[in-house]
């Protein structure tokens, strides 16, 4: 069974860092694009950001361009994304998700195939 756990979630303040991650199993990650994505209340689903399969190439959703860092760890199936400078616009519950081999890195919710169940982090002003 492919799982994705995401866990680092919670409660902050305006200004604060936050890590998420997000464990894999039941996949080899190397063979997977693995993305972030969130949904705040009342809001589609945002691209967050997303890695490549070998690390070395990560997008980003404009919202949070040079804020946050997505890194992965392939000998261990997990990825990691490094939030700087919240705000309450960031809000929202966070998904990891992946996005099988053949395919090239994406930012539509639609192209990914494997979701985690999600983590909450809120900013508090």
């Known amino acids: 069974q492919v799982t994705l756990v995401e866990s680092g979630g919670g409660l902050v303040q305006t200004g604060d860092s936050l890590r998420l991650s997000c464990a894999a199993s039941?996949?080899?990650?190397?063979?997977?694009?693995m993305g972030w994505f969130r949904q705040a209340p009342g809001k589609e689903r945002e691209f967050v950001a997303c890695?490549?399969?070998?690390?070395?190439?990560?997008y980003y959703g404009q919202s949070v361009k040079g804020r946050f860092t997505i890194s992965r760890e392939n000998g261990k199936n997990t990825n990691d994304l490094r939030m700087n400078s919240l705000n309450a616009e960031d809000t929202a519950v966070y998904y990891c998700?992946?996005?099988?081999?053949?395919?090239?890195?994406?930012?539509?919710?639609?192209?990914?195939?494997?979701w985690g169940q999600g983590t909450q982090v809120t900013v508090s002003s």
């Open positions: 998700a992946a996005r099988s081999s053949v395919a090239a890195a994406s930012s539509r919710w639609v192209d990914y195939d494997i």
């Open positions: 039941g996949l080899t990650s190397t063979t997977y694009i």
């Open positions: 890695i490549s399969r070998s690390g070395l190439t990560t």
